[in-house]
């Protein structure tokens, strides 16, 4: 799900950091508020976890490959504007040391992973785990289906992205100047592999996370509830 | 042990994994991210390399292309797995310390 340089026109790629400027300036705010001084580190394993978790090519054998993005296990963890300022840094190190997502890109790249995919984890998160205790297996089970619902809705966005280009930008004879395929093809591609496929893999990483903070460490699940609140 | 020590090592654990990440899709013949082909691909996949696609996609070199080093890009499967987990150990140390730096600028100011 990382648009590199080229697939998206000017128009896009200025809305995406159009997007993404005043949403790191809230979260920068918020995270001033709300991060404790001793949940630095978990911000820090959060955005190198994301960073690392994405190296993890699944392939779909013979067509293309994709991967999680652990956005929503740092926000149910931290919140999810925490989570968008630590999947931005990992996006962010990624488009400028190993290419992968592009610099004009890095607007709409982070809007779709960093602050799409949290929010909506979150949100699906928050509302089927309700008040359970917190070490309840349902809890589990809604950060699975959040991971799930977070990818599938970042790769909607992304599909969108991709296919507004053909009817944004064009030759007289009908060359596509940036990328090629339109709205449809472009949303059946990116939300097809990553319901069939990669939101498996982000529903399985964030459930079993959760699973084992559980049992482990289940203040590290408690303490953004405070936060928030 | 404790659980944040744990994680710590969990992260280094995962970086020297990573290479499952390039051959996994290697192995099954998995090709390239839908919409992240290179200008070549994209040729073949259309017949034609979109203008502004050709002219935006060399706009920026970066130090290490698709996690490995500068002209490996024909090495083989075992060179580009060593090369794939600096890049996981890299990237990793830098995610930790562009977070720890931003977190305690942000949590230091809230006080």
């Avoid at chain 1, 602050?115 to 998160?125: E, M």
């Avoid at chain 1, 296919?163 to 097809?192: D, E, F, N, R």
């Avoid at chain 2, 977070?99 to 100011?109: E, P, R, V, Y």
Wanted: hydrophobic letters at 50%; proline letters at 5%; one cysteine or more.
């Amino acid at each position: 799900m990382h648009i590199p340089d080229g697939y998206l026109g000017p128009i896009t790629c200025v809305a995406g950091y159009v997007a993404m400027v005043p949403i790191w300036a809230i979260a920068s705010n918020k995270v001033k508020k709300t991060l404790q001084a001793k949940q630095v580190p978990l911000l820090a394993i959060g955005a190198a976890f994301s960073f690392v978790i994405m190296m993890f090519n699944v392939p779909i054998p013979g067509g293309t490959t994709g991967h999680a993005v652990g956005a929503v296990l740092v926000a149910i963890l931290l919140g999810p504007w925490a989570a968008t300022i630590a999947v931005s840094v990992a996006l962010v190190i990624q488009a400028l040391l190993f290419g992968d997502g592009g610099l004009t890109a890095i607007g709409a790249n982070c809007f779709n992973m960093a602050f799409v995919l949290p929010f909506v984890g979150y949100a699906v998160y928050r509302t089927i785990s309700g008040n359970s205790p917190i070490t309840a297996m349902r809890r589990v089970v809604a950060a699975g289906i959040a991971g799930y619902i977070g990818l599938v809705t970042a790769s909607l966005c992304a599909g969108i992205e991709f296919g507004l280009q053909p009817l944004l930008h064009h030759t007289a004879s009908g060359q596509a100047l940036y990328c090629p395929y339109g709205l449809k093809v472009a949303i059946t591609a990116m939300v097809g592999e990553h319901a069939l496929i990669f939101g498996w893999v982000e529903l399985i990483a964030t459930a079993l996370v959760v699973k084992y903070l559980q049992k482990q460490e289940p203040g590290l699940l408690q303490a953004n509830r405070e936060v928030v609140k | 042990m404790k659980t944040m020590t744990k994680l710590w090592i969990g992260l280094g654990i995962l970086a020297i994994a990573s290479p499952i990440g390039l051959y996994l899709p290697d192995k099954l013949k998995a090709g390239s991210a839908w919409g992240e082909w290179g200008a070549d691909e994209m040729k073949g996949l259309i017949g034609y390399i979109p203008s502004g696609l050709e002219k935006l996609s060399s706009v920026w070199n970066a130090i290490m292309p698709d996690y490995a080093f500068k002209g490996w890009g024909g090495k083989g499967l075992g060179h580009l797995s060593f090369a794939y987990v600096i890049s996981a150990l890299i990237g990793i140390a830098l995610c930790i310390g562009g977070a720890w730096l931003l977190g305690k600028f942000l949590s230091g100011k809230g006080r």
